[in-house]
């Protein structure tokens, strides 16, 4: 499903992340910027070794920050390194939020277009779904109401059930 908010598209969508053709697409990192499993290991397959080349060159960053690399051998132009929380390790939602809100600012402050988020932080690092689905879609409402470039912002999970949860808290601030 789509919404509109000034004028900018946010997008619901049911896929694998490492098959968006977005000028980026976001990486559920870790501060150390080793890519694991998860959206990372796909990442890794799919992209190739210059993608973790290039992050341990930058060397890691906070949780709740996001680094930029190329995209290797995906469709997509860039990835963006969003460290989301670990349940349990405290202060998880601000830290959920910045993560969101760093990743469109990077986006941002690189021309960019186009992003891709997967529904970060509520796999390997059991952020509960739900809760991930408030933050990211609030911040990143709040986001596009402001002064950006970006023109599109797509959603992308796994599974129908994480679908279905993201596109009614999206219905939710739309009233669609
Ligand atoms: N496309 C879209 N969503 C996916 C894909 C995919 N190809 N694969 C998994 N998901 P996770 P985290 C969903 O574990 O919890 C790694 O080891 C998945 O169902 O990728 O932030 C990193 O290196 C879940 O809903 O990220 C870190 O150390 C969501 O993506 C750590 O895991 C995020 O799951 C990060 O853990």
């Keep these: 499903m789509n919404a509109k908010i000034n004028n900018r598209t946010i997008e619901i ?19 150390q910027l080793i890519l694991g499993g998860g959206v990372a290991g796909a990442i890794r397959r799919k992209g ?74 509520t796999g390997i690092f059991g952020f509960p779904i739900e809760k991930c689905a408030q933050i990211m879609l609030a911040a990143t409402i709040d986001y596009l109401k402001k002064s950006t470039g970006i023109e599109k912002v797509v959603f992308c999970l796994f599974s129908k059930d994480d679908y279905n949860i993201f596109k009614n808290e999206l219905q939710s601030h739309t009233g669609t």
């Excluded at 969508?13 to 501060?31: F, S, W």
């Excluded at 405290?90 to 992003?115: M, P, Y």
């Design 48 to 121: 190739g070794p210059s993608i973790q080349a290039e992050c341990d060159k930058i060397g890691g960053t906070f949780v709740g920050g996001a680094v930029i690399t190329t995209a290797g051998n995906l469709q997509a132009k860039y990835v963006i390194h969003a460290v989301g929380p670990r349940q349990g390790e405290g202060n998880e939602d601000e830290k959920l939020k910045n993560a969101t809100l760093n990743s469109l600012k990077v986006a941002n402050d690189n021309n960019l277009k186009s992003i891709s988020f997967p529904a970060i932080s």
């Design 13 to 31: 969508l049911q896929a694998d992340i490492t098959d968006m053709q977005t000028d980026a697409i976001v990486n559920a990192a870790n501060a």
